[in-house]
């Protein structure tokens, strides 16, 4: 049965904090993904990684960067959180290849910055 | 730039009753997947789109791709409560990584 996990269910963190997310596949997938939800805007993507050590921004990248050292593992930080950070963020892996590219989701994490 | 454009955004139907939601985009590709998301959950995969023609069906759900039309359809059947969810087309594009997604169709369905 495939897998992604995500380190937190729920985090709270203070403005200003260094933050960090992980995200654990054990699918063997190249991609991994790191997006955030909110209400009304849908999924938006931060991040994204097609291989160990690769990584390419998504629509908004800005006031975060991701790890991927290995490759079951990618890893968002986020620098100095702020308050409209506040979200929910969601991980994803997918293989890589055309028509290949379902993606499976983990349970996602709800942060508040306060 | 893609667009992914998903209407209604939200839906109130009786249980039941059959209606369809559709999902445009803006450039060529024939690779399309449906996702479900229940509130406060994650998103889990429904249906795989690879081709012109193609068409899924899952118990009350059925999508289908044209991509000539660049249009996406999910059909709900007889609708009952179990259904209330919120859906989400995603593209993939020729020359990505990624799935660009729409902003999801909330579905109630009442009694």
């Known amino acids: 049965d495939v897998k992604v996990t995500q380190s937190s269910r729920y985090l709270v963190k203070r403005t200003g904090e260094k933050v960090f997310l992980e995200c654990v596949q054990d699918m063997d997938h190249e991609n991994m993904f790191w997006y955030r939800q909110d209400p009304g805007l849908g999924l938006r993507l931060i991040y994204f990684?097609?291989?160990?050590?690769?990584?390419e921004k998504g629509d908004i990248p800005e006031g975060y960067s991701v790890s991927r050292e290995k490759k079951e593992r990618f890893s968002l930080i986020l620098e100095s959180a702020s308050t409209n950070q506040t979200s929910m963020y969601l991980c994803?892996?997918?293989?890589?290849?055309?028509?290949?590219?379902?993606?499976?989701f983990g349970p996602g994490t709800r942060l508040t910055v306060t | 730039e893609l667009k992914v454009e998903q209407n209604p955004l939200f839906l109130s139907m009786q249980e039941g009753k059959n209606y369809t939601i559709y999902c445009n985009y803006s450039t060529t590709s024939d690779r399309l997947y449906w996702y479900r998301q229940d509130p406060g959950k994650s998103l889990e995969s429904l249906f795989v789109?690879?081709?012109?023609?193609a068409v899924k069906q899952e118990g009350r759900l059925m999508a289908s791709l044209d991509t000539k039309a660049r249009l996406s359809t999910l059909h709900i059947t007889a609708a009952v409560h179990d259904l209330s969810a919120t859906y989400f087309c995603?593209?993939?594009?020729?020359?990505?990584?990624?799935?660009?997604f729409g902003k999801g169709t909330s579905l109630l369905v009442t009694p």
């Open positions: 994803a892996s997918s293989l890589l290849g055309t028509g290949l590219y379902e993606q499976y």
């Open positions: 789109l690879l081709s012109n023609g």
């Open positions: 995603a593209v993939e594009l020729d020359s990505g990584y990624a799935l660009n």
């Open positions: 990684s097609y291989d160990v050590k690769m990584k």
